[in-house]
């Protein structure tokens, strides 16, 4: 109930303001099948908030994410991304995409083009961009992820470390207003999941509007102005992070804490 | 303490790099191991080895130290008396250079044939051109579109005060470049288009590919030359004809495509699925996701198979023959109808089995090469 609340009262201070949300969930439902992975989401995203989405695997945390760019398609309920709602008509999808960087558990970077190319590839083709200002404009984020110097070689010539941090940057080129982070550090060896979680705080400190499904609590702790906790396709839970990590209020996330902190 | 001083250890054990033991490296060591490591292994390759040189030698007999290179003319008719003494353990090599022409250019006007000659050339000059990767852009549409009107002109003839020479004489190589170089380019973009429609979320697309794939691949080529040779003019209207060449590369071209498209296919499902995410979350389009992400790599992933289709398609043309069009082989075999060159089939089929050879082993190696090249990416 209260986080119903939670909701309906963050929505209507979202609305107070001049800025719309920068992202609605409503009643967002999904199946996979016969499996009902996403019940009756609502959450509202207001623009410049960092939220922390967390929740045992098959939770539908990635899920959730993925609808809002439209890498799954919800099949009940409303998304609105940047003002515009998301439906079949491509336009609206192009416009939303454009908006909206995401970056994967698998890097994704594209194996056959250079880093260089990897991040001026959309802002040369999708953003129109010429493609000298395309490459100063990746120079200048691949320094701010501080690898400028391996512009000129491919991916699998870095560690996963920096390959995240170039798909950081490659998302970064196409000045998204929203950035999704599908479990950024999940496949990284452990000593490179630092350098990618100081990548991810430094753009948290720019004011960008986040949405960052993982399980690192210091991180969240760190960055988040809240934390969702999801569990067998709901949000069971959501509120700043001490609040919810000191005091849990379902048996559900007491569980999950508790799952987590015996594994670190 | 202790990890310090075994560090240390470690390190200057490190320092002094020992080279590899000898008797494994090295010529002696690889016959060694790989030819004569026992009794039996030593046997066999003894034995084979004989083989090999027996046969290497009897060749070298037959088609340099026996071989006739030209006999003498009797009035118009050639003298070949002197090749058919030594039937068996010479080659008779002037029935090439008796016929090298017509084996060549087939029926097409003898004192014209400069002409298929310049377009054997220019075709070879096309593709030398088509595999510098520097010209791999769009110069490369106005070259084609030239070269391919150039030879046309040539063949055909008509204008610019070049004799007209109907299609029904042409003939030889230059046949069996046509048929290919026209065939792949038109099937390797067909085919690319049918895999990716195959993978379409349109059911009707979906289907149609489908269709067409399975239809052509499930039935022989021959069937489909038949069926372009003589059941298409059935249907077609009172007085209209299509060019026989025509039908044919069409059927042929249609025949390769099903097969490539099946290979490409393979290439687009190799590749991860986070590949296609990745393009669509930076907001790429369809056809710019295809173009820049899917198709470059899943292309390379597919040379080998590619090419493997390409050598055995180019191959395939020969078998127009069964419908009489004049290809490289048809005309080989016709050359040797004449009485006085009867049964010298293996000196002319070596011949032509050396021009393919030329062919084919250049679109090997090019693919290797290029294999190499592309997939440089890959290695660290």
Known sequence: ?264 | MSDVTLNAATANAEAAPRTAPVATTGAAAWLRANLFSSWINTAVTLALGYLVVRWTMGFIDWAFVNAIWTVPMNGNVPDTAACREIRGTGACWAVIEEKHRFILFGTYPYEEHWRPLLVCALFIGLYIVSAMRRFWNWVLVPIWIVTLTVIGVLMWGGVLGLSYVPQERWGGLPITLILSTFGLAFAFPLAILVALGRRSRLPAIKMLCVLYVELVRGVPLISLLFMASVMFPLFLPEGMNIDKLLRAQVAITLFAGAYLAEVVRAGLQTLPRGQYEAAEALGLSYWQKTGFIILPQALRLVIPPLVNTFIGFFKDTSLVLIIGIFDLLTAGKTAIVEPAWQGFGVEVYVFVGAIYLVFCFAMSKYSQDLERDLNQHRRR
């Open chain 1, 1 to 264: 109930m209260s986080e119903t609340i939670d909701h309906e009262a963050r929505f209507a201070s979202a609305m107070r303001t001049d800025t719309p949300p920068a992202i609605v969930l409503q009643d967002v439902n999904k199946w996979f099948g016969a499996l009902h992975v996403l019940r009756d989401i609502n959450l509202t995203v207001s623009t410049g908030e960092r939220v922390v989405v967390c929740g045992p695997s098959g939770s539908g945390k990635s899920t959730m994410i993925r609808c809002i760019n439209r890498l799954e398609q919800h099949q009940q309920g409303k998304i609105m991304v940047d003002g515009i709602e998301l439906s079949d008509d491509l336009r609206s999808l192009d416009a939303i995409r454009r908006e909206v960087g995401m970056v994967f558990q698998s890097f994704n970077l594209f194996p056959h083009l250079t880093i260089l190319e990897n991040c001026t590839l959309a802002p040369i083709w999708v953003r129109r961009m010429p493609k000298k200002e395309a490459e100063e404009l990746a120079m200048e984020y691949l320094t701010r992820v501080r690898i400028p110097e391996q512009a000129k070689k491919y991916p699998g010539q870095l560690s996963g470390g920096q390959q995240q941090r170039v798909a950081i940057a490659r998302a970064l080129c196409m000045k998204p207003k929203i950035m999704l982070f599908d479990e950024p550090t999940s496949a990284l060896d452990p000593e490179m999941i630092k350098e990618v979680l100081d990548t991810m705080v430094m753009l948290a400190e720019t004011g960008m509007t986040m949405i960052c499904v993982t399980h690192e609590m210091g991180f969240a702790r760190q960055v988040a102005d809240r934390v969702v906790f999801m569990d067998r396709g709901e949000i069971v839970e959501s509120g700043e992070p001490e609040a919810l990590f000191s005091d849990p209020k379902t048996d559900r996330l007491r569980l999950f804490l508790s799952q987590i902190l015996r594994g670190h």
